[in-house]
């Protein structure tokens, strides 16, 4: 089944167009990378799956139903989004990752927190951090798993393992994989490396110029950059 | 003090004037034009005044408190220019504010709702709120504009508008509270307040002057809390739209 359809989706702000005749659908349980040129439109491609933005033109539906039809609230925890810069609020480590419980009036529970933290190599005393007393790499993922905390169906990441060094990417993305597999949860995500790309991808989205220039399986990506 | 005495005091004015011009500060005009208008404003008031407490009509004890109300919302709104209904939520949060502070003192019967005790006390609480509310919409506006990072990765965890904004909300509410908070802090030690001071100049005997002034300090603080509180809680709705997005600035 298709958990997200986009249909001929245009995105135009001031006047310029950034994301145009987009189409394309994803596969619950998916791991789709996208990638293409800096500026060409992934990250507001992102916030329009998120609906922190609603299309100009087109539709995106949610498990066969127009996005702007669900309470925005109710689906932006179904469909998850971290960021490309990732912003821990003021406060600590702990208090960031409450705010994904509190969020859906529940309590927090530390013991999976700890348990998340754990699987992307943060250690317990992270808990008591705040934002700048960690580095880039540390802040993004905190950021991760802060959303993963909301327990989406979809999330959607946005370059997170830029500022990773390669053992932290790994680690990163065998933990994703493990989240799809286990959990079905669908991955939307964006990079600039082309390994991830073939490391995590099975299907591939490229733009160029706020249109999609290349859209199937990674293997045929990869074998049409070949020739 | 004698007309004529007050009318020397204009030399002050015009020592302004002619360090302005020499200086070059190009304020000359606004400051003639400024003290002309005090007069002429205080001197109208004054009669108006003199006028209504003769009268004391509740109606137009009303009325009156009302334009002031009305007054203050046109000036705070102007403060507001990024809020939709700047205007209505200036208005209403004002008036809302007024009407539980000085209900309040009425029902304790610190004061009577008679022109003579209504309308100064009212002009000062409605001024303070005016100015409070004026910050309040600067910050929010300011804040969005700052914190917009932050207020949208609270909206994709799934946060209603309310409470990504927060944070904004509480630090606007704080900072319109602030000049307020340090002026009870330092009363009487850095400044003896012009009701105060005015009271005694006339002739009241300090303390029941001070008498007065503590329930006004009072009454000021819990009126600037209620009109913040108000307008930054109906405020915020305007940088959202009906998808919970920000509105870009
Ligand atoms: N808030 C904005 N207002 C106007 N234009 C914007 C805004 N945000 C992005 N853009 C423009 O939209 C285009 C696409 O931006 P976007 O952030 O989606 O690119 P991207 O593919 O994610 O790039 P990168 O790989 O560098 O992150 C760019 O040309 C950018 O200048
Ligand atoms: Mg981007």
Known sequence: MNIIECDKVAFVKNGNTILQNVSFVVGEGDIVGITGPSGSG????LRLVNLLQSPTKGNIFYKGKNILDYNPMLLRREIGYVLQKPYIFAGTVYENLVYSYTVRNLQPDKAEMLAFMDKVNLTPDFLDKKRNEMSGGEQQRVAFVRSLLVKPEVLLLDEITAALDEANTEILENFIRQQTETKNITIIFIT????QLRRLAQNVICIKDGQIDFQGTAQKYFSSREQ | MSNWALALTYILPTIAII??????????????IGSIRAVIQLSIIGLILK?????????????????MVYNATLVAAKRGEKIVHAKRISFVSILLSLIITLGALILVKAISYTPGEAIPISGMVVGNSMIALGVLYKNLADSFFDRRDEVEVKLCLGAKPREAARGLIRNSIKLAMAPTVDSMKTMGIVQLPGMMTGLILAGTAPEIAIKYQIMVMFMITGSVTIAGFSASYWAYRSFFNDKAQLYDI
């Open chain 1, 42 to 45: 992934k990250s507001s491609l």
């Open chain 2, 51 to 67: 006028f209504i407490f003769s009268l004391d009509n509740v109606f137009i004890t009303s009325l009156i408190l009302l334009i």
């Open chain 2, 19 to 32: 360090i302005s011009y020499r200086e070059r500060l190009g304020l000359e005009r606004d400051i003639i």
């Open chain 1, 192 to 195: 600039h490396n082309i390994e």
